[in-house]
């Protein structure tokens, strides 16, 4: 009985490093951890960046949400933390800002 608490433990503290460990190497596809080239290499297959360009400042991260969305449906291949990552970024990037904005 003793043992078999012991090896729970060990593989419970395995798991735990191994989710942590994840979580921090995860950075989204297109640049280490940085948004903009994510943005870049993500969003530019299709249409130029002026789209989204034009939309900074007026979009909130709702509709940025929505907007992802949509696009993911159009065939981007993201992550739901990519997408997250993306929406929060562009929600906040100011109206004007590289390298959204040529
Ligand atoms: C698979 C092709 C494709 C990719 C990749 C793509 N888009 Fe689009 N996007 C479109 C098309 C087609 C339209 C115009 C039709 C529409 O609005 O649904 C559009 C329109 C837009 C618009 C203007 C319409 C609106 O709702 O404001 C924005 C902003 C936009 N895209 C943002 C993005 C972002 C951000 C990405 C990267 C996550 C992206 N797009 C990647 C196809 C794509």
Redesign the pocket.
């Given at each position: 009985m003793k043992t078999s608490i012991g090896l729970f433990l060990v593989i419970f503290f395995f798991a735990v490093a191994i989710g942590v460990s994840n979580a921090f190497s995860q950075t989204p596809a297109g640049g280490q951890g940085d948004p903009g080239s994510l943005?870049m290499k993500?969003?530019?297959?299709?249409?130029n960046t002026k789209?989204?360009c034009t939309?900074l400042g007026n979009?909130s991260a709702e509709q940025?949400d929505i907007?992802?969305t949509?696009?993911?449906g159009?065939?981007?291949p993201?992550e739901e933390a990519q997408k997250q990552t993306?929406r929060d970024y562009?929600a906040d990037l100011a109206p004007g800002s590289a390298p959204v904005c040529p």
């Open positions: 943005v993500a969003c530019t297959k299709c249409h789209r989204i939309n979009k940025w907007t992802i949509r696009m993911m159009k065939g981007v993201l993306l562009l």
